[in-house]
């Protein structure tokens, strides 16, 4: 009886214990979401912890927290939905299974556009290109989630006239190659006229053909300069030019002449102390005002340039005769003009500011603004696309010359523009050849100045700026090199790729013959972004 009674315990024991039940988990698998219109597809499988399908279980799909379709899987897992939203724009959808007695519950959210989604168009283009060439074109397009859109019928027109049709590939790109131009600036626009599932979209770009010039620098004399002798330069201009074209000499990269030439050349005839002794490197630059040329750049001429000749001796054999004649200079009050010392030579971090507001416009309005854009070395004005920004709208890519969104407008004769009204709060700006620059305006109307730098000339001050946020004094192109000088930023922290790689891109596009690019631009500005971090400033 007490063996009895001893199991009895034992099993009542037993069962007063919980029951504890572990679910497997439960996931869903290929999820997909399509609109067409108002109408709303929505695809995928339900699987277990092994990935194998679950068959038969309901599925909830809710818009906005209201059921809006329930379905059930099949005996592959998989499960399939349609129905119709009304309205339109961004929607998310939850995909629900409550779960079973051996599987978990699980949940997913997928966003969608319902009606017609926004479209943005892209157009690839150079922005010069030199005449007899055939001219690359690039398009893309993509919905309001940057999604690529394959299969998709464009137009491209050239100066407001048809020129061809382009479809999207399954990257949503497509490509074309247009026949030589004739020189001047030609207007390309892609377009698209929509259709149920997308609205109707455009964008333009602008190309600059040009006939290609030459110049030729060579020193007037072979003989070697003696101390305090000028320096006189010959330049000679190709046979097909303009009627004007400006020519500009520089000395290590930094413009120390220039001249309007009628002809077929000149010469220049250049102080000595414009210049520091020892072995200078001249170049001409040749650009002409009327549209259609493209600017020639000479080759190297290098020059030793001697230091200027020490003081007469005469002064130094005769202190008694100076004395004398100080003495007779106070007695008749005479006072020597003291020597002046020479120029510091310009460099160019040292020219105007990149940007200047005015509060009170030149003319017009309280809401009219003006912008006016200026050559950053020699301050002439420049034939350059105007852009006043939305004040919601991104900030451009640094470097990238594709123009944005917005009020545009291109400069006249005196590379001035006119906006009236409150068009937005930023102004941005690119010419051929420069990099382009965008600034706030701090208000509505007044008088707004833009320096735009040449390409290979924003790369210098680019590599500056970066070792001013080391503490070390700029770099004196010509003098030094980028490599001599990415130790300070090493030292500070710089990480050793992006700045072995932007010192090379710099060393390339300041001293290679060939002239930098908007390519080379966008990535000295990434690379310079990468460096900035690792310095602990923000990009």
Avoid at 86 to 114: C, M, N, Q, W, Y
Avoid at 145 to 154: F, K
Avoid at 401 to 411: I, K, L, M, N
């Amino acid at each position: 009886m007490l063996a009895a009674f001893a199991l009895v315990s034992i099993g009542a024991t037993a069962a007063a214990q919980p029951t504890i039940q572990v679910r497997a988990r439960a996931f869903l698998d290929g999820l997909q979401a399509s609109t067409r219109g108002g109408v709303v597809l929505v695809e995928g499988a339900l699987r277990d912890n092994l990935g194998a399908p679950v068959t038969g279980e309901a599925v909830v799909i809710r818009a906005e927290g209201q059921v809006v379709d329930e379905t059930t899987t099949g005996t592959d897992g998989r499960f399939r939905a349609q129905f119709a939203l009304a309205g339109s724009g961004e929607r998310t959808l939850e995909v629900h299974f409550k779960g079973s007695l051996l599987l978990a519950d699980a949940r997913a959210r997928l966003p969608i556009t319902v009606g017609r989604n926004a479209l943005r168009l892209r157009l690839d283009v150079p922005d010069e290109v030199t005449v007899g060439k055939a001219v690359s074109v690039g398009a893309a397009a993509y919905d309001s989630r940057d999604v690529p859109v394959p299969s998709l019928a464009l137009n491209l027109d050239l100066d407001g006239a048809p020129l061809r049709s382009l479809r999207t590939d399954r990257s949503g790109r497509a490509e074309a190659r247009l026949s030589p131009l004739d020189p001047g600036v030609h207007t390309l626009r892609l377009h698209f006229a929509g259709n149920a599932r997308f609205t109707a979209a455009e964008v333009t770009r602008e190309i600059e053909v040009a006939r290609p010039m030459a110049v030729a620098l060579a020193p007037a004399s072979t003989a070697p300069l003696a101390p305090g002798d000028p320096i006189v330069l010959d330049v000679a201009l190709g046979p097909d030019r303009p009627a004007t074209v400006r020519v500009t000499i520089t000395a290590e990269g930094r413009p120390i002449d220039d001249t309007a030439v009628i002809g077929q050349g000149t010469r220049f005839v250049i102080d000595p102390d414009d210049v520091e002794p020892g072995p200078v490197r001249f170049r001409a630059l040749a650009h002409a005002e009327a549209v259609g040329w493209k600017d020639a750049l000479s080759d190297v001429v290098t020059m030793d340039v001697p230091s200027p000749p020490p003081p007469s001796p005469w002064w130094i054999r005769a202190p008694a005769l100076l004395a004398a004649f100080s003495l007779l200079g106070v007695l008749v009050r005479i006072r020597r003009r003291p020597e002046a010392a020479p120029p510091a030579p310009p460099a160019v971090e040292a020219g105007p500011p990149p940007f200047t507001f005015v509060s009170a416009p030149r003319n017009g309005g309280a809401d009219q603004l003006v912008v006016e854009i200026r050559d950053g070395l020699d301050g002439r004005a420049l034939a350059a696309t105007v852009v006043r920004l939305p004040s919601l709208s991104p900030p451009p890519r640094p470097g990238d010359s594709a123009v944005p969104e917005g009020q545009r407008a291109a400069t006249d004769g005196e590379g001035r523009v006119i906006f009236d009204g409150d068009g937005g709060d930023r102004v941005w700006a690119h010419a051929p050849g420069y990099a382009p620059s965008c600034h706030p305006l701090p208000r509505t109307g007044g008088r707004a100045v833009l320096h735009l730098l040449p390409v290979r000339a924003r790369m210098q001050t680019l590599y500056a700026e970066l070792l001013g946020d080391a503490g070390r004094p700029p770099l004196r192109f010509g003098k030094e090199t980028p490599r001599e000088a990415a130790g300070a930023l090493t030292d500070r922290g710089a990480p050793g790729r992006p700045l072995d790689a932007l010192t090379a891109l710099v060393e390339r596009a300041c001293f290679g013959s060939g002239e930098p690019g908007e390519a080379e631009l966008i990535e000295a500005f990434e690379l310079a972004q990468a460096v900035r971090r690792g310095l602990g400033h923000a990009g």
